[in-house]
């Protein structure tokens, strides 16, 4: 069977264009009397997929960190992780399937996995609500956290949400304090933390899992305090191509502007255009920064590790006055 076609952004559609013409000489039966015009367009493709990413606006940023081929979590876990035994249910209300959790190996390392699933049919992107979690499923991910701490086991979060579920039936099951919870006892768990952006990190939504010891974003993945169509619709009142690239633009939700800022750790570099192109190769860069994070957090001693996570989040937004 073969794989399905990449689907195309509008950005992307000259280089769309010039593997159309690639496709159509491979096909004609004396393709071979083509390969020196077909490696031609092969490079011209290549160049241009570069010069494209290569300036990518913060809105087609995020466009891409929501391209529907974009590796998930359960990707990823497929990827990297060995022994998967995923976990269920936070003992209170019932299991949501927008976050995940489970046991697995990377690597050598034994460790606890939590991230959030958008879902990849319609039918399951509704009941997971497009990867917008309840708070059973936060409440879920703590529990799960609290069992790792138990067994001296490192945790890793996998972040890409637009934001929690702001649904009548979730505030009234606790979002915010749920939320909220998560935050504080997050920052006091006894085990190495990392955390990593795969995609959209929106909000609250994004830090019920995202406090960590060391805090990673993918190159093509966006993180802010809210959406640029959420901004937008507040700002101007309504949410457009052009209020939603102004609004991207000035939430500073890029990887580039959250490491600058220091909102973040590290970047992690993404594929020859974009993570949907080459997912493996992705999660091999993406496994790569997980185990040497946790190698390195392994060593520092459990009271300081809760000390300087503290510190680190504490720092954020710190500002020293011009004299």
């Known amino acids: 069977m ?8 509008d950005f992307e559609e000259p280089v769309a264009e010039i593997q159309r013409q690639i496709d159509s000489l491979q096909q004609k039966p004396d393709a071979s009397k083509f390969a020196d015009e077909i490696a031609t367009l ?18 087609q940023t995020v466009r891409v960190a929501r391209h529907p081929q974009r590796p998930q979590t359960l990707d990823y876990i497929r990827m990297i992780c060995r022994d998967w035994c995923e976990l269920h249910g936070d003992r209170r209300y019932g299991d949501d399937p927008s976050i995940v959790t489970g046991f697995a190996r990377i690597g050598s390392m034994k460790c606890l996995v939590v991230g959030h699933h958008k879902g990849r049919t319609t039918e399951e992107r509704i009941k997971c609500r497009f990867g917008c ?7 879920k991910a703590m529990l799960k956290m609290e069992l790792a701490e138990k ?33 504080r ?10 955390c990593a952006v795969i995609g959209e990190g929106g909000s609250g939504g994004a830090l019920g899992i995202g406090v960590g010891d060391r805090v990673a974003m993918l190159q093509y993945s966006w993180y802010s305090v809210i959406s640029p169509e959420g901004c937008a619709a507040i700002l101007w009142k309504k949410a457009n191509e052009q209020t939603n690239t102004a609004a ?14 220091g909102l973040v750790d590290a970047v992690i570099p993404e594929p020859h255009g974009g993570a949907h192109r080459d997912p493996q190769a992705t999660a091999d860069r993406l496994q790569g920064w997980i185990v040497d994070s946790v190698r390195e957090l392994q060593r520092v001693a459990p009271e300081t590790l809760v000390r300087l996570r503290y510190e680190k989040f504490r720092a954020i937004g710190s500002v020293k006055q011009a004299t």
Do not use: C
Request: aromatic content about 6%.
């Open 2 to 9: 073969s794989a399905p076609a990449l689907v195309t952004l």
């Open 151 to 183: 067994f001296r086991l490192p945790i890793v979060t996998l972040i890409d949400t637009p934001g929690a579920y702001p649904g009548l039936d979730s505030e009234q099951r606790g979002q915010a304090e749920a939320i909220a919870v998560n935050l």
């Open 185 to 194: 006892e997050m920052s006091r768990l006894r085990t190495p933390i990392v």
């Open 133 to 139: 979690a309840n708070p059973e499923g936060y409440r």
């Open 42 to 59: 092969k490079h011209a493709r290549d160049s241009l997929l570069t010069k494209t990413y290569a300036n990518l606006s913060p809105w």
């Open 248 to 261: 991207a633009t000035a939430l500073a939700l890029t990887a580039e502007a959250n490491l600058k800022n």
